[in-house]
């Protein structure tokens, strides 16, 4: 089994002279490194430029250890591609040992200790992240964390870990969303709101995920600009599309959630863009749907259709001078499904562990939150 060994470095030539030199003295046998150098400005690219042939050299503009990582598979041959820090020692057995753990197929990644400056204690033994992206250091790892949809699940610390190289292209690599940080444990959680509006939906997953990567969608470039005008995180990137559009506009699964507000209700092909959702879901990740429904309720249809005659439509028509909209908004949701029927869309379309919650007040059996999860 061939390894490839990919460094990433930024401004650090001291260091990175003797992680190169230790390995040199790897026991491994015949393996091949490769350095990501970012924009350096210290004396990096001289040291590089003296080891030309002995290892490979790839250059960034980006100071984004993602992508520096993500650079590095491509030019990696190895089937085993291991990741050192620029200011770690391996030990001379490193590659050797992680490399010989590679002895079942469904082994996807394989990693181990790492000690502080002193050589001596322990920086890091195991680690556990949950789905929000917190870190768990004292507890030790079970198989039940090792499986798919786990909450924590096990990752590897990002200066002795290794993959298959496999593995690391059916996932896409590192996302590059994330600078620096996390990236070992992919955030933990990336997010997909699907009609992002003005962005409320998107503030309210930041919210209770603030960790989280999340792709904002809409296909309205008027609500994105104005959701494009609010203060947000890095972690945010806004794509204007529709939502039957997603693979076209670079928008590729896999997400641990997608969030869709008020948007099943107005699709043409509603199973189809249900099959679509629970194809860019993970294993065992979770579609909720915000939406209104009030046919399994006399009730609540009629305390609909007094508060859109009497408030919303004439509401609307002094604000825009125009109610068709608001009229439509009336019609789609008198004809949309029951709750029941839609929890039972939601199944036929491949969901389970399917349930909803109704919201309080004058909303009660009007808007719900429908949660569905993707087969495991």
Request: aromatic letters at 8%; a negative charge.
């Amino acid at each position: 089994m061939r390894a490839s060994v990919v460094v990433a470095t930024y401004n650090r030539a001291a260091s990175l002279r003797t992680t190169l030199e230790a390995l040199r003295g790897q026991t491994a046998g015949e393996f091949e490194v490769v350095v990501v150098a970012g924009p350096c400005t210290d004396e990096t690219p001289a040291l590089l430029s003296g080891l030309a042939g002995e290892l490979k050299v790839v250059t960034t503009d980006q100071r984004n250890l993602c992508v520096s990582r993500n650079l590095g598979i491509d030019a990696a041959a190895g089937d085993v591609v291991a990741f050192v820090d620029d200011d770690a020692i391996p030990e001379p057995a490193w590659l050797e040992t992680l490399v010989s753990a590679y002895t079942e197929p469904e082994l996807g990644g394989v990693g181990g200790v790492v000690y502080d400056q002193t050589g001596v204690r322990l920086q890091y033994r195991y680690s556990l992240c949950d789905r929000i992206g917190t870190g768990i250091y004292d507890r030790v790892p079970h198989d039940e964390h090792n499986r798919v949809g786990a909450d924590p699940f096990v990752y590897l610390q990002g200066t002795n870990m290794s993959f298959r190289r496999e593995a690391l292209e059916q996932i896409g690599g590192f996302d590059e969303h994330i600078e620096y940080v996390w990236d070992e444990a992919d955030l933990a959680l990336r997010l997909l709101d699907a009609g992002c509006g003005t962005g409320a939906s998107t503030a309210a997953l930041i919210a209770v995920a603030p960790k989280a990567d999340i792709v904002a969608v809409d296909a309205s470039s008027g609500m994105l600009a104005q959701a494009a005008a609010k203060p947000w995180p890095s972690s945010v990137r806004f794509v204007e599309s529709r939502i039957e559009d997603l693979a076209a506009a670079g928008v590729h699964g896999p997400f641990d959630g997608i969030f869709a507000a008020y948007l099943v209700r107005n699709l043409a092909d509603k199973d189809e863009q249900l099959r679509r959702f629970r194809a860019l879901l993970r294993p065992g990740g979770t579609l909720a749907v915000h939406e209104y429904s009030v046919r399994d309720s006399r009730i609540a249809t009629a305390v609909w259709n007094i508060v859109c005659t009497s408030i919303i439509i004439p509401s609307g028509r002094l604000r825009s001078g125009d109610a068709a909209l608001y009229k439509y908004l009336r019609r789609s949701v008198n004809h949309f499904d029951g709750a029941a029927a839609f929890r039972d869309r939601l199944r036929r379309n491949g969901f389970t562990a399917v349930r909803s919650e109704t919201m309080p007040g004058w909303q009660r059996n009007i808007v719900h939150t429908f949660l569905g999860q993707g087969p495991k």
